[in-house]
Structure formats: C-alpha cells, structure tokens
Nanobody, 124 residues
Framework: QVQLVESGGGLAQAGGFLRLSCAAS????????MAWFRQTPGKEREFVAR???????YYADSVKGRFTISRDNAKNTVYLQMNSLKPEDTAVYYC??????????????????WGQGTQVTVSS
C-alpha cells in the first residue's frame, strides 16, 4: 500500500498561484500513475490532471494552460503548480495513485489510493 499526504493548499487571490505537493510513503511513487482531483460541496469529485509513470500528462480542459502536474520519483512527491487561479478553482484538492486499475484516467474508480485532501480557496 501507499500512503498519500497533500500539502500546499491555502488562500490565494484571483490571478495568483499555489503549488500543491503530494508526498507518498509505503511504496515507491514510481510504481504508480498519479493524478489530482478536486471537489466542491455537493458536487462529484472531478479530474484535474494526471501524470503517467513515464511522465505523460493529461489535463482537464478547465485547467489546461494554467496548471502543471509533475513528479519527482527520487523525492516520492507529485506536484500541482496552479497559476492564473480563478475563484472557480476553489475546492478541496486530492491526489490519487493508480496501480494499474482498468478504466478511464478521468474516472475516480481508476485510482486505488487517495490522500486526505487540501483546501484551496481563491478570492476574487
């Protein structure tokens, strides 16, 4: 099993930036494709970005060009650099690990390990 802990959330102004980190322990991060999801009250958790084990990235249309996902396997950490933040980016952000479950990369069911989440609030 892998344990995931997110950090870096907080309050930012519209147009500002934040960098989220997801630290993994228990197993090497290199064993997993990793992703970020986000969730607001009353809504389903939605896909934000994914990075494969080889470094191929995928983004939701709503964040493409503003967010960048990256990984540092030596540090067992995945990052989400969020630039040009908008109030609609306000959510709890979760990192997730995919050990190879079949399914679509944007579907939560593809991911078998989750962090506890970190709150991001963007003020207008």
């Amino acid at each position: 099993q892998v344990q995931l802990v997110e950090s870096g959330g907080g309050l930012a102004q519209a147009g500002g930036f934040l960098r989220l980190s997801c630290a993994a322990s228990g197993r090497p991060l290199s064993s997993y494709a990793m992703a970020w999801f986000r969730q607001t009250p009353g809504k389903e958790r939605e896909f934000v970005a994914r990075i494969s084990r080889s470094g191929i990235t995928y983004y939701a249309d709503s964040v493409k060009g503003r967010f960048t996902i990256s990984r540092d396997n030596a540090k067992n950490t995945v990052y989400l650099q969020m630039n040009s933040l908008k109030p609609e980016d306000t959510a709890v952000y979760y990192c997730a690990a995919d050990s190879g479950v079949l399914g679509s990369y944007y579907n939560t069911r593809k991911y078998d390990y989750w962090g506890q989440g970190t709150q991001v609030t963007v003020s207008s």
